[in-house]
């Protein structure tokens, strides 16, 4: 679920989880997404930001 570490995708996530669906939780900041995970015993938390890569 994206964005389910607050708010909005937290409900959602928390709505998807009671209907019994498999989640894992990611978040642009990573304790909000493991948070999130834990309390609804999702697979697992992440974190969603997008890192540049370094150019060689």
């Known amino acids: 679920m994206t964005g ?3 708010g909005l995708g937290a409900a959602l996530a928390q ?3 009671e209907e019994g669906a498999a989640l894992a939780v990611t978040d642009l900041k ?3 997404a493991e948070g999130g995970a834990a309390t ?3 697979a697992r938390g992440c974190d969603a930001t ?3 890569r370094r150019r060689r």
């Open 30 to 32: 990573r304790a909000a």
């Open 4 to 6: 389910g570490g607050s």
């Open 40 to 42: 609804l015993g999702a």
């Open 50 to 52: 997008i890192r540049p």
């Open 15 to 17: 709505r998807f989880a």
